[in-house]
């Protein structure tokens, strides 16, 4: 019988936190293995130890404090009795690993076949010349065309997509048996994040390539993987083939888990009931479209609370201008939900940016509640991606949200940090959380804290731009039904900007389609998502992440028929 490319047996790793010998246990008796050319995949909620496991068969925990019991052998080499060099011919050489975020991976003053290259060298000792050579051949395998002059190009010249596969190439320079890819599709949209599981599969059938996928995203293990280890709080609650725990999950967390997973064939108001009983903090509004009683009061229709009016933006000069939104017109009124989706590069955060005054358009015009506005105008706010990057890290969460408080002329401390406290607890948080730093946080946690500060002025309007496309699904899902319950008690206007199409069909009331600067389709929710209009749609929705393994394979066929045909 061949031995396991990969047998990981009773795998605990402690992380030392606080005092003299405090440690908190991340993993906690994990066992699998992982044969040649097979893929195994890894799911479960932040902080489920998922990365923790995958980093262990590199032995990248080595020199950080923590402490590692059980075993962990890759293609026979014990990684925790390795010695320094044995550890380095593994990293790359036997074992490469793909992490989430490129741009940290990559070096933003080298360019890309330069790095690639270097790599190379390293674990082969291969010539300058026989480096290069490989670096273009590697970024060609990955489908990066124009390899050679664009391996020349640096890291912020390369799209997203484009330099995960960047990524891809750098691990496969040394021809490795086993490829950990860890999140690697999360901040992509959903045709690139196709075309990387696409890669990603066709590298497994041409060289045999192991494969260990890390995601907390389950469409995309049913699209990736042969096995699945679904893990919680550290251990390993359930495991088997893709198609059998997919289809018949046996423990009450893997259900929850898929119960939180937003799908376009869902009904939006199933989409936000859920087993409670495993996310407590998950509540289950029902959408309502806004009622036009309410919302055009007795006095007649009232206008849209933001209206965009053909407007334009571009970036850049001569020949490499770029029209990042052309001639964009749309109208959002209060208690309704706008989702606008599009790839990357389509304009849809632009589009955001000008709603809300941060970017000023070059033609049309902004209105709110019916006046032409220019500049940032009262009654917006925007609640961004990443949570970490938009609260300061040395001020406290309290501080930062009471933040448009004070730039409205409130002085009272007392006064602001009741408000404070009451937004806290609005968004499912604690008053005694005021004095806490936004590192003390989850990142679910950070993004509520974005939502408090958001409705610190009481808007009209808020425009969430990719406001849970980082976080796990039951976390995403949390923070949506969130949202649906403030804007139904508030009647606030919302614009959700997401790549994300099951997302946008749960929260939203109508959609945007936008490619290329325009919108190429929107309407009803319901009627754009079952009969879409226009063949730019009907692709996107072609790419979501299907959570049947049978339907996702016969799916990457098409792809690569459609591609072959081109």
């Not at 009795?81 to 991976?105: E, H, I, K, N």
């Not at 933003?108 to 082969?124: F, W």
């Not at 389609?513 to 309407?523: S, Y």
Request: glycine residues 10%.
């Amino acid at each position: 019988m061949t031995p396991a490319l990969v047998d990981v047996t009773d795998l605990v790793v402690d992380f030392p936190v606080g005092g003299a010998d405090a440690h908190v246990r991340a993993v906690d008796g994990v066992s699998f293995t992982l044969g040649a050319g097979r893929a195994q995949g890894i799911v479960g909620e932040s902080g489920s130890g998922k990365s923790t496991v995958a980093a262990a068969l590199l032995g990248l925990h080595r020199g950080t404090g923590a402490r590692l019991s059980g075993t962990v052998t890759v293609a026979g080499t014990d990684v925790a009795a390795a010695t320094p060099a044995a550890l380095r011919r593994l990293r790359g050489g036997t074992a490469a690993m793909v992490f989430q975020d490129p741009l940290s991976s990559l070096d933003p003053y080298h360019a890309i076949g330069d790095q690639i290259a270097e790599v190379h060298r390293i674990h082969s000792g291969a010539s300058r010349r026989a480096a290069r050579a490989r670096a273009v051949d590697v970024l060609e395998r990955v489908g990066i065309a124009d390899a050679a002059r664009r391996s020349r190009a640096r890291p912020h010249e390369f799209s997203g997509g484009m330099r995960q596969r960047a990524l891809i190439a750098m691990a496969l320079a040394c021809e490795p048996r086993l490829l950990i890819a860890d999140e690697p599709t999360t901040a992509l949209d959903v045709t690139v994040q196709a075309q990387i599981l696409d890669l990603l599969h066709g590298l497994r059938e041409e060289r045999g390539l192991a494969l260990l996928l890390v995601t907390h995203d389950v469409g995309v293990a049913a699209e990736s993987v042969d096995e699945l280890l679904v893990m919680r709080d550290g251990r390993a609650v359930e495991r088997g083939p893709v198609a059998e725990v997919l289809a018949a999950p046996a423990e009450p967390y893997t259900r929850a888990l898929l119960a939180a997973v937003p799908r376009l064939d869902a009904p939006r108001a199933a989409t936000r009931s859920g087993p409670d009983i495993v996310f407590p903090e998950r509540t289950s509004p029902e959408r309502t479209s806004p009622d036009p009683a309410v919302r055009d009061g007795a006095a007649g229709p009232q206008p849209p609370v933001v209206e965009a009016v053909a407007l334009r933006r571009g970036f850049g000069r001569g020949r490499r201008r770029v029209e990042a939104v052309a001639g964009v017109s749309l109208a959002v009124r209060a208690g309704e939900t706008l989702g606008v989706v599009g790839e990357s590069g389509s304009g849809k955060s632009t589009l955001g940016r000008m709603l809300v005054g941060l970017v000023r358009p070059d033609a049309g015009e902004v209105r709110h509640a019916g006046v032409p506005v220019t500049g940032i105008a009262g009654g917006v706010q925007m609640v961004f991606q990443d949570p970490v990057s938009s609260l300061n890290p040395r001020r406290s969460v309290g501080d930062s949200i009471a933040d448009p408080l004070r730039a409205a002329g409130e002085r009272d401390t007392a006064a602001v940090r009741a408000r404070v406290g009451e937004l806290l607890l609005r968004v499912g948080l604690e008053p005694e959380h005021y004095d806490r730093y936004p590192h003390e946080f989850s990142g679910g946690q950070r993004q509520r804290v974005g939502i408090a500060r958001a409705l610190a002025p009481n808007p009209r309007l808020i425009v969430c731009d990719e406001a849970v496309s980082a976080l796990d699904v039951t976390t995403q899902a949390q923070i949506t039904a969130l949202l649906a319950e403030l804007q139904r008690e508030l009647g606030i206007a919302l614009v959700f900007i997401a790549h994300d199409l099951a997302v946008v069909r749960q929260v939203s009331d109508r959609v945007a389609v936008m490619r290329a600067g325009e919108i190429v389709e929107q309407g009803p929710v319901d009627e754009v998502y079952d009969r879409p209009a226009h063949p730019y749609t009907r692709r996107l929705l072609a790419a979501v992440p299907a959570l049947d393994p049978g339907l996702a394979a016969a799916r990457r066929t098409s792809r690569g028929e459609a591609l072959a045909a081109l």
